[in-house]
């Protein structure tokens, strides 16, 4: 393993740290163990799957565990897997086996690796083990990053923005082949290339391979292509990343943008900055753009990479861009009838591409006509500007519900209606700190499906059941029997939004 690579999870496993718990497998994914570790959590908490951004190892001592019936482990297996987690480990000394098998079974359902700890040891030493080799491991694959990037800024700024010798550089720095492609990125676009893949390590079958767009005067100038059988794949994202800006400069002095891609940008400018509809109806029919319905993504990167372009250009293939502000923005044509349909799946595409990078990136609504565009973009502004938490993508129609309920906490009568419906629940919450409002919300959100409700909540049907019978006493019986759902369902959801915010 080079001293620049993440450890993987098998490494993980023979680090004498690791090896005094006495660990074993109880299920593995194809290629679990050759998965890279970015972090180690210790967590009790539930609820954590939102907090992990992929690739990381969880260790828990499985007390909150233990009490999950099958759905609630079900429920918290699938929200690993859905954040990517590289493995959980379960410290089991003193478990019974009949414990252990339902944590396995659900993991397995859910492709999670599950690791078992037979021994009891402190996770601290298992965290700052494992933990302080990776921040050590980034540190070095930085100085070779910062030092080849030096180097090629030199080259530049000595001998010219000759792109043949730069991609050498590349090349011979990274054992690596480096492959520069025009606009259109394709095998007929090739503007540069240098040196081979080199000879993979036994056991490896493919390269590792990481893209990055190269951008000149707000315009998509060049993809860059890195494969290597010997460098890994953290580390050719970090060069790629990096040398993307680097070539930026190369290719400044050549680069002229076409006449679609002026037409777009002249487009992009009247749409952010909030030009007539008129205006943006007659720039649009000078560009390419198909006609009809379309809406607006904005992303914003929280960290100095270009990484989220090459995925944003990958998922969304038509479309006018440009920078704006702190981030890119891009206009998304829907076309015909499947508009909905559409968005729904671009929404998809972004959460699946963008979700383990450093990135906020807001989908807008629908506009049905495409000179509309500016009210797109002012929605997906404001939902970047509300998030206070960190990398996420936002679909500005599932949020709707959520802004309009704070908006109606400020209005004096619906405090009155949610005391008069609620009050004696609050009031029951905070005398005995329980949870009877959060349960009726989801409950409601699940159209007072209980099996659902549980499952989401983490808790036995039971449980559900007898908290849901207490809420009914307090409302003076069941809401589904001659009660208004809608307004108790309104009501919950102004007490629940209270402490809610995007990104929380």
């Known amino acids: 393993m080079s001293s620049h690579s993440l450890p993987l999870l098998g490494d993980l496993l023979q680090n004498p740290a690791v090896t005094g718990a006495d660990p074993v497998v109880r299920h593995a994914p194809p290629g679990a163990m050759a998965r890279a570790v970015r ?38 297996m699938a929200s690993l897997s859905a954040r990517g987690l590289a493995a959980l480990v379960v410290q089991t000394a003193g478990w019974e086996q009949r414990e252990v098998e339902p944590l396995v079974t659900a993991a397995t359902a859910a492709e999670v690796a599950l690791i078992e700890f037979r021994r009891t040891i402190p996770f601290i030493d298992v965290t700052e083990a494992v933990n302080s080799a990776i921040v050590t491991r980034h540190a070095r694959r930085h100085t070779l990053v910062d030092d080849l990037s030096r180097r090629i800024a030199e080259h530049i700024s000595t001998r010219g923005p000759e792109l043949p010798p730069i991609l050498d550089l590349v090349a011979s720095e990274l054992r690596a082949r480096v492959r520069l492609f025009g606009v259109h990125r394709g095998e007929d676009d090739l503007i540069g290339e240098a040196g081979t893949t080199g000879s993979a390590p036994e056991g490896t079958a493919e390269a590792n391979t990481a893209e990055a767009v190269v951008i000149v005067a707000g315009h998509v100038a060049a993809h860059l292509v890195i494969e290597s059988a010997v460098a890994t794949t953290d580390l050719l994202e970090a060069a790629a990343n990096r040398l993307s800006e680097v070539l930026a400069l190369a290719l400044a002095p050549t680069f002229g943008p076409s006449a679609d891609q002026l037409a777009e940008s002249r487009l992009m400018l009247a749409v952010l900055e909030g030009a007539p509809r008129e205006t943006v109806r007659r720039l649009w029919d000078a560009t390419s753009l198909p006609q009809g319905p379309a809406c607006m993504v904005y992303a914003v990167p929280l960290a100095p990479s270009t990484a989220h372009e090459v995925l944003l250009r990958r998922v969304v293939i038509r479309a006018a861009g440009s920078p704006w502000a702190r981030g890119r923005a891009l206009l998304v044509p829907l076309g015909g009838q499947d508009a909905p349909t559409r968005r729904a799946e671009l929404f998809s595409s972004l959460a699946d591409a963008l979700g383990t990078l450093p990135v906020v990136c807001a989908v807008g609504p629908i506009v049905w006509e495409g000179a509309a565009a500016g009210e797109s973009m002012a929605d997906a502004l404001a939902l970047v500007d509300e998030h206070a938490g960190g990398p996420a993508v936002i679909d500005s129609m599932e949020w709707f519900g959520r802004r309009v309920l704070r ?18 629940v609050i009031s029951w919450d905070v005398r005995n700190g329980s949870k009877l409002v959060e349960t009726l919300a989801c409950w409601l959100d699940a159209g007072c499906n209980t099996t659902v409700a549980a499952g989401r909540m983490h808790v036995e049907r039971q449980t559900l059941h007898k908290r849901l019978s207490t809420a009914f006493e307090l409302l003076g019986g069941d809401p589904r029997h001659g009660g208004d759902l809608w307004s108790l369902h309104v009501a919950v959801k102004v007490v629940v939004a209270g402490s809610t915010a995007p990104g929380t």
Do not use: M
Not at 39 to 62: N, Q, R
Not at 412 to 423: E, P
């Open 407 to 424: 908006q109606l906490e400020t209005l004096a009568f619906v405090a009155r209606h949610v005391q008069s419906a609620l009050g004696r």
């Open 39 to 76: 972090w180690v959590h210790s967590s009790e908490v539930l609820d954590i799957g939102g907090l992990l951004h992929g690739g990381e190892v969880l260790l828990t001592g499985g007390t909150e565990l233990r009490r999950l019936d099958g759905a609630g482990l079900a429920g918290y």
